[in-house]
C-alpha cells in the first residue's frame, strides 16, 4: 500500500488543504491519504487559542466524508497529549508493516521541520511530499538545501492563498467563509458555532 500522512491543526480545514491531498494522491498514485488531525499543536498552543480537537476532527470529517481515498485520522486525537509526527509515523509503520509512507507539507513547514521532535525518526521513515504555497520559498531539493539527507520530492499545484488563520478571522468578523471551505464543514462551524467569539 502506498498511503499519504497530511497532519495539520485544520483549524479549520480549507480547499488549500484538500487541493493538496487529492494532487498528491493523483500524482503519486497512493491508496490512501489520510489527514490526520493533531491533537495539541504543540507549537501553536502557545501562540492563540486553538479549537477543541474533537471540533477540528468533525470538521475535517464532514469535509473529505465520500471522497475516495482521503481519509480523517483521529490517532493523534485518541493518542493524547502534544502531537509528535514522529509518534505518528512511527504508530503507522506498524499498523501496516507492507506500506511505502509517504508524508505531505506544503512549502511553508520545510523549514521548519527542523524544530521537530525526533526528525531523524521521521526521515527514515517517509518520503517527503512537498507541495508549493504562496508566500512560502519554493522548495530546494539538491544537497545543502532544507531537504538534503531526505528522501523527497515536490509535486506542483495551483497556488491558493488561502490560510486557516486568515479563515478564523472572516468567521470572527462575519464574512463570508463559502467556497474556501468545503460547505458540508462550514455547516460543522455553524452547527457548533465555532470562531463566533475569540473576538
Ligand atoms: P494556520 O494559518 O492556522 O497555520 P494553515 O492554513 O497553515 O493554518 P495548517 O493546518 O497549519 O493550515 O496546515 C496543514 C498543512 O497544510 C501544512 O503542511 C501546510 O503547509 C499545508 N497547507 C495549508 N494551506 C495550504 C495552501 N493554501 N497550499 C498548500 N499547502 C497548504
Ligand atoms: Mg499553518
Do not use: C
Not at 497532519?7 to 487541493?19: E, M, R, Y
Not at 512549502?107 to 517517509?126: G, N
Not at 488561502?162 to 463559502?178: E, F, Y
Request: charged share 25%.
Amino acid at each position: 500500500m502506498r498511503l499519504g500522512i497530511f497532519g495539520g491543526t485544520f483549524d479549520p480545514i480549507h480547499v488549500g488543504h484538500l487541493v493538496a491531498a487529492v494532487n498528491a494522491r493523483h500524482a503519486l498514485a497512493l491508496d490512501r491519504v489520510l489527514l490526520v488531525v493533531a491533537n495539541e499543536p504543540w507549537q501553536k498552543v502557545a501562540e492563540r487559542p486553538v479549537t477543541p480537537a474533537r471540533d477540528r476532527l468533525a470538521m475535517v470529517e464532514a469535509a473529505v466524508a465520500g471522497h475516495p481515498g482521503l481519509e480523517a485520522s483521529a490517532m493523534e486525537i485518541e493518542r493524547g497529549g502534544p502531537s509528535y509526527t514522529a509518534d505518528t509515523v512511527e504508530e503507522l509503520v506498524r499498523r501496516f508493516r507492507d506500506a511505502e509512507l509517504f508524508l505531505l507539507v506544503g512549502a511553508d513547514v520545510v523549514a521548519d521541520l527542523k524544530s521537530w521532535e525526533r526528525i531523524d525518526a521521521v526521515r527514515d521513515a517517509v518520503t517527503l511530499v512537498a507541495v508549493n504555497r504562496p508566500g512560502a520559498e519554493t522548495v530546494e531539493l539538491g544537497p545543502g538545501g532544507p531537504l538534503d539527507g531526505w528522501r523527497a520530492l515536490a509535486i506542483e499545484i495551483p497556488d491558493l492563498e488561502i490560510s486557516s488563520t486568515d479563515l478564523r478571522d472572516r468567521a470572527r468578523t462575519g464574512r463570508p467563509l463559502d467556497y474556501l471551505v468545503p460547505e458540508p464543514a462550514i455547516r460543522v462551524i455553524r452547527a457548533r458555532r465555532l470562531y463566533a467569539d475569540q473576538g
